[in-house]
């Protein structure tokens, strides 16, 4: 399954002018790409997230991952609901294309049971939907919205993951998202033909 993932991964990365965005569900995510091989096979250089970084150390490390925008591109690789996927901004060619790798459901814990018995109480049969499915959804919209920050910004967006394209996902998504959603058959170089026509289309 990673190296489907990486697979695609590369076909979105050599298709995009310049920039690409990488936001996996979790760290787990981001660390088994790394762990099977992802740098090796990037055309463009990587710059990616690490769990624990100080707010210093990632501005150094977004900072030099936006100046490749205007010097062939690079890769940035980060976790969806980490300080980057939510609090970065990323116009023109800072970044064109964000890959959106897996649905960032939350790991069962204690507080996030006790969240969902929450909202249950107050709202009742739509405790798991406010706290367990929505979060996830905001976290993934979030990571998807980082190259449209202006009304003059273009980017290609591409949901790693099947379930984007259920009803039920899509019921939890913005329109801004759903309204221009294609789905595409997982085969081979499908999304390269995509995502390099769009840009075509840009120019």
Same mark, same amino acid.
Request: aromatic share 10%; glycine share 10%.
């Given at each position: 399954?990673? =190296?489907?993932?990486?697979?695609? *991964?590369?076909? &979105? ?8 965005? *990488?936001?996996?569900? /979790? @760290? ?26 100080? %707010?210093?150390?990632?501005? #150094? ?5 936006? +100046?490749?925008?205007?010097? !062939? !591109?690079?890769?940035?690789?980060? +976790? =969806?609901?980490?300080?980057? /996927?939510?609090? &970065?901004?990323?116009? !023109? ?9 897996? &649905?960032? $459901? ?8 006790? =969240?969902?018995? $929450? ?5 009742? !049969? ?14 993934? %919209? ?22 984007? %394209?259920?009803? $039920?996902?899509? %019921?939890?998504?913005? /329109?801004? *998202?759903?309204?221009?959603? #294609?789905?595409?058959?997982? #085969?081979?170089?499908?999304?390269? &033909?995509?995502? /390099?026509? @769009?840009?075509? +289309?840009?120019?």
């Amino acid at each position: 399954m990673y =190296q489907k993932m990486i697979e695609r *991964i590369n076909e &979105v990365v050599n298709s995009t002018p310049t920039n690409t965005g *990488i936001f996996t569900a /979790s @760290f787990e995510v981001l660390n088994s790409l790394l762990a099977e091989g992802l740098e090796n096979t990037l055309l463009k250089p990587l710059f990616h997230e690490k769990r624990g970084m100080t %707010s210093k150390a990632n501005e #150094k490390l977004v900072g030099d991952f936006k +100046a490749c925008g205007d010097k !062939g !591109g690079a890769v940035f690789l980060g +976790a =969806q609901g980490g300080r980057t /996927s939510e609090g &970065v901004d990323f116009p !023109g060619n800072q970044m064109n294309s964000v890959v959106v790798v897996g &649905v960032p $459901y939350a790991e069962p814990t204690p507080r996030v049971k006790a =969240q969902i018995e $929450y909202y249950d109480k107050c709202f009742p !049969g739509l405790g798991r939907e406010y706290g367990y499915v929505l979060p996830a959804m905001k976290k993934a %919209s979030q990571a998807a919205g980082r190259p449209i920050r202006t009304l003059e910004d273009r980017g290609a967006i591409v949901f790693l993951d099947y379930r984007f %394209s259920t009803a $039920y996902c899509k %019921s939890y998504l913005p /329109s801004w *998202i759903t309204s221009g959603m #294609k789905v595409l058959p997982d #085969k081979k170089g499908v999304l390269a &033909v995509e995502v /390099s026509s @769009f840009f075509r +289309a840009q120019a």
